[in-house]
């Protein structure tokens, strides 16, 4: 079996490597599977019509164009391979809601065959709320004065509002026709699938069972009901089926707990190496790439993804770096994290190149200007292995090639994506490290070499946990949203340091000097009518009831007064 082939009626006027089954006719090929395809007309797993786009327009000589259809046909491959879009079924009977008014409910019948859909017609003042899934949906009612639940598969709302909107299986005949509505509605009937778009790593998510909200913004972004909060679990619930696999949860989110199924770190990864030496040229799936027409000078190459919104500047570095060039993202829409990691890495490469690292075009004529100016960037090119690495380490590896030894400055960071820097207060600190458990992504750390507390900046998300978990006051405070270009911001900071506090007893080290001396500051005022207890003051928990239970043995009657003091 091949993986690839290339499909054109007309043919192709230069030839293609032999891997690639070039044909002009569809019958000869109707019995097989292909990994990757440039058309729809044959059945495959990865439609990559970016391909046509690539040889329609491409200024490229013909021998770079040969190797270069070679290249697109193989990083889908890998994006095929590192996928984790698993798919499901969801299984949907004929049962219809229409919210609309009579005339409208005509026009439907007129469309339909007699019967074919189990039909149950409301107005829409009466709907009160709507849960559940295109399968199995729930409307509450208000039927003259009383609650109804309404149970159908999928609902017809014209002018749908926002009630609607959420959860999948509403469909709005005004935004398309009812035509295509109906014809909508009766696929889904006969064969319902939906992909697994995000995937979850609880041990790193910044929500995920704090004692305090400190993020969630990955619900927030969401357009539908696909990502909610459980607030007094304080865990995150994911609904597929009402996914839109935009991704715009995952380039808010700052730790990179949430990834994007169809396109990892990983699959970005891995495909950007094929576009060493070219300038790729960011197309989401939704802005029809081939209808586009748009001539492209010499070493464009077309970068297809699947959502708009997935990309963040961990991602977006990687091929910057991977490629050595700019980067050009076509997109009608920006998500907030999406656009905030654009202006992070605007910002540095402003500082090292004196040149935008991303060209955002957001209409044609933008793009049409950003082929023109878009360039290499000397210099910029870096390959990094960062296989099993999380999002923020990523990124800082990559952030400090571009830093080396020199010192750019401080960027500002935005509303979605944050950067800061941990700052400790070490008079008051006493080394208790709540705020190193408080940190799930490794940026605060304790090392016990030498009893101190230390904080890589860069890989800091200024979450605030760690401000919240610390015990002291005038201790723990974050400078939020800038990521410094120095050396140091990679490197790890000592915030605090103390010595071991050896017990008077037995001599072991059970606790810090500093905290010693804050509770015997607190506690010796109180004790100070009993030697004995005052002395369990700098005693390891071993000998402080041991010295108690020495003392009281010894003079019992001592301890029988009204202060509880031996005498």
């Given at each position: 079996m091949q993986e690839f082939i290339y499909y054109n009626p007309n043919g192709i006027d230069f030839p293609l490597p032999e891997k690639i089954v070039v044909t002009d006719s569809l019958i000869d090929n109707s019995d097989f599977d292909y990994v990757v395809s440039n058309t729809k007309s044959i059945r495959s797993e990865i439609t990559a019509d970016e391909i046509d786009f690539y040889i329609n327009y491409s200024k490229d000589p013909l021998s770079s164009k040969i190797k270069n259809v070679e290249k697109l046909y193989e990083a889908n491959a890998i994006r095929f391979d590192l996928a984790q879009d698993i798919v499901f079924k969801q299984e949907i009977s004929n049962k219809v809601l229409l919210v609309c008014n009579n005339e409208q409910k005509k026009e439907i019948l007129k469309s339909m065959v007699p019967d074919e859909f189990d039909?149950?017609?409301?107005?829409?003042?009466?709907?009160?709320?709507?849960?559940?899934?295109?399968?199995?949906?729930?409307?509450?009612?208000?039927?003259?004065?009383?609650?109804?639940?309404?149970?159908?598969?999928?609902i017809i709302w014209f002018d749908e509002k926002d009630l609607g909107m959420k959860q999948s299986g509403c469909f709005d005949p005004l935004k398309?026709?009812?035509?295509?509505?109906?014809?909508?509605?009766?696929?889904?009937?006969?064969?319902?699938?939906?992909?697994?778009?995000?995937?979850?790593?609880?041990?790193?998510?910044?929500?995920?069972?704090?004692?305090?909200?400190?993020?969630?913004?990955?619900?927030?972004?969401?357009?539908?009901?696909?990502?909610?909060?459980?607030?007094?679990?304080?865990?995150?619930?994911?609904?597929?089926?009402?996914?839109?696999?935009?991704?715009?949860?995952?380039?808010?989110?700052?730790?990179?707990?949430?990834?994007?199924?169809?396109?990892?770190?990983?699959?970005?990864?891995?495909?950007?190496?094929?576009?060493?030496?070219?300038?790729?040229?960011?197309?989401?799936?939704?802005?029809?790439?081939?209808?586009?027409?748009?001539?492209?000078?010499?070493?464009?190459?077309?970068?297809?993804?699947?959502?708009?919104?997935?990309?963040?500047?961990?991602?977006?570095?990687?091929?910057?770096?991977?490629?050595?060039?700019?980067?050009?993202?076509?997109?009608?829409?920006?998500?907030?994290?999406?656009?905030?990691s654009i202006s992070i890495l605007n910002q540095i490469y402003q500082a090292k190149y004196q040149k935008d690292a991303i060209l955002l075009a957001m209409t044609k004529e933008e793009l049409v200007n950003a082929?023109?100016?878009?360039?290499?960037?000397?210099?910029?090119?870096?390959?990094?292995?960062?296989?099993?690495?999380?999002?923020?380490?990523?990124?800082?590896?990559?952030?400090?090639?571009?830093?080396?030894?020199d010192d750019l400055g401080v960027v500002t960071t935005g509303e979605h994506v944050h950067y800061?820097?941990?700052?400790?207060?070490?008079?008051?600190?006493?080394?208790?490290?709540?705020?190193?458990?408080?940190?799930?992504?490794?940026?605060?750390?304790?090392?016990?070499?030498?009893?101190?507390?230390?904080?890589?900046?860069?890989?800091?998300?200024?979450?605030?946990?760690?401000?919240?978990?610390?015990?002291?006051?005038?201790?723990?405070?974050?400078?939020?949203?800038?990521?410094?270009?120095?050396?140091?911001?990679?490197k790890e900071e000592i915030l605090a340091k103390d010595e071991l506090f050896p017990c008077v007893e037995c001599g072991k080290e059970f606790a810090t000097t500093k905290a010693i001396e804050k509770i015997a500051a607190v506690m010796g005022p109180i004790f100070k009518a009993d030697p004995v207890k005052e002395r369990t003051l700098y005693c390891c928990e071993d000998c402080k009831p041991k010295i108690m239970m020495k003392s009281y043995m010894a003079n019992p009657e001592g301890y029988n007064n009204k202060e509880g003091v031996s005498l």
């Amino acid at each position: 079996m091949q993986e690839f082939i290339y499909y054109n009626p007309n043919g192709i006027d230069f030839p293609l490597p032999e891997k690639i089954v070039v044909t002009d006719s569809l019958i000869d090929n109707s019995d097989f599977d292909y990994v990757v395809s440039n058309t729809k007309s044959i059945r495959s797993e990865i439609t990559a019509d970016e391909i046509d786009f690539y040889i329609n327009y491409s200024k490229d000589p013909l021998s770079s164009k040969i190797k270069n259809v070679e290249k697109l046909y193989e990083a889908n491959a890998i994006r095929f391979d590192l996928a984790q879009d698993i798919v499901f079924k969801q299984e949907i009977s004929n049962k219809v809601l229409l919210v609309c008014n009579n005339e409208q409910k005509k026009e439907i019948l007129k469309s339909m065959v007699p019967d074919e859909f189990d039909l149950f017609q409301i107005s829409e003042e009466i709907i009160k709320e709507i849960n559940g899934h295109i399968g199995n949906l729930s409307i509450l009612v208000d039927d003259e004065g009383k609650d109804v639940e309404l149970k159908v598969d999928q609902i017809i709302w014209f002018d749908e509002k926002d009630l609607g909107m959420k959860q999948s299986g509403c469909f709005d005949p005004l935004k398309t026709s009812i035509d295509d509505v109906l014809a909508n509605i009766r696929t889904n009937i006969t064969n319902y699938e939906y992909k697994k778009f995000t995937t979850y790593d609880k041990t790193i998510c910044q929500y995920h069972e704090r004692r305090e909200e400190i993020c969630g913004k990955c619900a927030e972004v969401c357009p539908t009901v696909a990502i909610v909060k459980d607030d007094e679990q304080k865990h995150l619930e994911f609904s597929q089926i009402d996914c839109h696999g935009c991704g715009g949860c995952i380039s808010v989110c700052p730790s990179g707990a949430i990834e994007y199924a169809p396109s990892s770190r990983e699959s970005i990864s891995e495909m950007s190496r094929f576009y060493e030496g070219q300038i790729p040229l960011v197309i989401p799936e939704k802005m029809n790439i081939g209808s586009l027409a748009v001539k492209l000078k010499e070493n464009i190459l077309p970068f297809k993804i699947e959502g708009e919104k997935f990309l963040h500047e961990a991602t977006l570095l990687t091929l910057l770096q991977e490629s050595g060039s700019q980067v050009i993202f076509y997109t009608d829409f920006l998500s907030k994290g999406t656009r905030d990691s654009i202006s992070i890495l605007n910002q540095i490469y402003q500082a090292k190149y004196q040149k935008d690292a991303i060209l955002l075009a957001m209409t044609k004529e933008e793009l049409v200007n950003a082929i023109e100016e878009v360039d290499f960037v000397e210099n910029s090119k870096y390959k990094l292995n960062d296989m099993e690495m999380r999002k923020r380490e990523i990124f800082a590896i990559r952030l400090s090639n571009i830093v080396g030894e020199d010192d750019l400055g401080v960027v500002t960071t935005g509303e979605h994506v944050h950067y800061g820097h941990v700052k400790v207060n070490e008079s008051t600190c006493t080394l208790c490290l709540s705020c190193v458990g408080a940190c799930n992504v490794n940026a605060l750390i304790a090392d016990t070499s030498d009893n101190t507390l230390r904080l890589n900046a860069s890989l800091c998300t200024s979450c605030g946990y760690c401000e919240v978990s610390c015990p002291e006051g005038n201790c723990l405070t974050i400078e939020q949203d800038v990521i410094k270009l120095t050396p140091a911001w990679f490197k790890e900071e000592i915030l605090a340091k103390d010595e071991l506090f050896p017990c008077v007893e037995c001599g072991k080290e059970f606790a810090t000097t500093k905290a010693i001396e804050k509770i015997a500051a607190v506690m010796g005022p109180i004790f100070k009518a009993d030697p004995v207890k005052e002395r369990t003051l700098y005693c390891c928990e071993d000998c402080k009831p041991k010295i108690m239970m020495k003392s009281y043995m010894a003079n019992p009657e001592g301890y029988n007064n009204k202060e509880g003091v031996s005498l």
